[in-house]
C-alpha cells in the first residue's frame, strides 16, 4: 500500500543537505534538531528503493532471463528486500499470468518483460488486445503511467472546492474512474487537444499533453504485436460504447488480478481479494455509482491502495462475478516455493527431503569408508616403496 509518511531523514541525507550550503560560496547549515536527535534517532543511510516498492518488474525480468538455477527467493540482491516482498511480487505475476504455477515465465510474460510499463498495465494492454479494445486500453494506460489528476479550479483559501457534480466533466457512465480517463482524452481529442478546454475544465494542461505524448509512444510500441493496426492508431473521435467499456473492464480485471476487491455484507467496504485481506474504502473522489438502494458494485478493481486517515481505493473500476472466478481459484491452488524456481530440488515435500537426506547420509558413511579403505592401501605401498629403496 501506497502512503505518504512524514518520517525522519537520515544522516547521510542531512549530511548531504548541509553540502549545499558553501559549495558556491561561503554558507552555513543549521539544522533544527538536537545533536541527540541526529546520533540517537536517525538512520544511517537511506533505506534503498528496492525495499520500499513493489518488486513485480524486477521479478519479472529476472524470470525474462531464462536462467534456471536463479532462485527468487534465495537471490543475492546487493540491498536484499523482504522475502514478504519478493513472495508477493510472485503471486502478483502468477495472476496476471506471466509466470505459470512452476515459476516459469510464459509467452506472455516474455511479451509483457519487454513493454516499458508496470506489470499490471503491460497485462491489461495484451488482454485488451485478445479483446478487441487496444485503443480504449492505450488511453488509459497512459492517463494512469502519468499519474494524471483532476485538480479542481483554483479558489480562494476559503472558498470550498470544486465538486464532481458541477463538472462538465465527464461522470464515467457509472462504471468507475477508468472509465472516465477514457471519456476525459476522447472529449478533449474532440476538441483538438485544446489546452483552453482543459483550463475551464480545470485539468492539468502539461499532465494531458503529457498523456497525450505516452499514448503515442505506446501506440508505436504495441504496432508489433496489434491485431489491427487501424485500432492502435485510433484515438477515437467517435465515443466509445457500452460494449467497448464492458470489454475494457474485462481487460482491466485479467490485468490488474492482484487488485481486486468484493464488497461486504450490507455496506459499502470492501475487502480485498489478496493473499492478505484488509478492508479498504473507496475513494472519495472516486466517481463509482451506486444503484437505487444506495449500494456500490459487488466486485471493482482498483489501481492503487493509498494510505491517509484510513486505507481507500484510488481509480476504481466496477467488474463481474464471473471474471472473478478464476482469479480465486488461482489464489486458492498457489504455491510460492513453486514460483520462486531455482533447482527442481529446491521445493521437494518434506517427506521427500527426509528420504534424500537418509539416502545422503548412507552414501556418505559408504564413501567415508571406501576413502578409508583406499588411503589404507596407498599408505601401504608407499611402505613397500621406501623398503624397496633402502635396501
Known amino acids: 500500500m501506497y502512503s505518504l509518511d512524514v518520517i525522519q531523514i537520515s544522516k547521510v541525507q542531512a549530511n548531504q543537505r548541509a553540502g549545499r550550503a ?12 538536537p545533536f541527540a536527535v541526529f546520533r540517537d534517532d536517525f538512520l544511517d543511510a537511506t533505506i534503498p528503493e528496492i525495499q520500499r516498492t513493489s518488486l513485480a518488474g524486477s521479478v519479472l525480468y529476472l524470470k525474462s532471463l531464462d536462467l534456471p538455477d536463479i532462485d527468487i527467493l534465495k537471490f ?8 514478504e516482498s519478493l513472495e508477493d511480487a510472485l503471486k502478483q505475476l502468477y495472476l496476471i499470468d506471466a509466470i505459470d504455477e512452476n515459476g516459469a515465465i510464459t509467452s506472455i510474460g516474455r ?59 465527464p461522470d464515467g457512465s457509472g462504471f468507475g474512474d477508468h472509465i472516465q480517463l477514457l471519456q476525459i482524452f476522447e472529449c478533449w481529442h474532440r476538441n483538438n487537444y485544446d489546452t483552453e478546454w482543459c483550463k475551464e475544465n480545470g485539468m492539468q494542461v502539461r499532465g494531458m499533453v503529457f498523456v497525450r505524448d505516452v499514448r503515442k509512444q505506446l501506440c508505436q510500441i504495441m504496432q508489433k504485436i496489434s491485431k489491427d493496426r487501424l485500432e492502435v492508431g485510433a484515438s477515437g473521435r467517435k465515443s466509445s460504447s457500452r460494449d467497448d467499456y464492458r470489454k475494457l473492464r474485462k481487460a482491466l480485471c485479467v490485468g490488474n488480478a492482484n487488485q481486486v476487491a468484493e464488497r461486504m455484507l450490507r455496506h459499502n467496504g470492501f475487502r480485498t481479494l489478496s493473499f492478505k485481506p484488509q478492508l479498504v ?5 472516486s466517481v ?20 491517509t486517515t484510513r486505507p481507500f481505493m484510488r481509480n476504481v473500476c466496477s467488474i463481474e462475478m464471473s471474471w472473478v472466478a478464476p482469479i480465486k481459484t488461482k489464489i486458492d491452488k498457489l504455491n510460492v516455493r513453486k514460483l520462486s524456481g531455482g533447482p527442481a530440488n529446491s521445493f521437494k515435500e518434506p517427506e521427500e527431503k527426509e528420504t534424500e537426506l537418509s539416502t545422503n547420509k548412507n552414501n556418505a558413511e559408504t564413501t567415508t569408508a571406501v576413502s578409508e579403505t583406499v588411503e589404507s592401501r596407498i599408505e601401504a605401498a608407499r611402505e613397500r616403496f621406501l623398503a624397496r629403496k633402502r635396501t
Request: hydrophobic share 30%; charged share 25%; proline share 8%.
Open 22 to 33: 558553501g559549495r558556491t560560496r561561503p554558507g552555513k547549515c543549521y539544522r533544527l534538531y
Open 76 to 83: 543475492d540482491f546487493l540491498d536484499a528486500p523482504s522475502s
Open 111 to 169: 511479451t509483457m518483460s519487454e513493454l516499458p510499463l508496470e506489470p499490471s498495465l503491460s497485462r491489461t494492454l495484451i488482454e485488451a488486445n485478445e479483446n478487441g479494445c487496444l485503443s480504449q486500453a492505450l488511453t488509459v494506460v497512459a492517463m494512469l503511467s502519468a499519474e494524471t489528476t483532476l485538480l479542481p479550479g483554483r479558489s480562494k483559501p476559503n472558498e470550498k472546492k470544486r465538486k464532481h457534480d458541477d463538472s462538465s466533466l
Open 281 to 285: 474504502q473507496v475513494h472519495p473522489s
Open 288 to 307: 463509482l455509482s451506486t444503484d437505487k438502494e444506495g449500494m456500490l458494485p459487488n466486485y471493482v478493481v482498483y489501481h492503487e491502495l493509498i494510505s
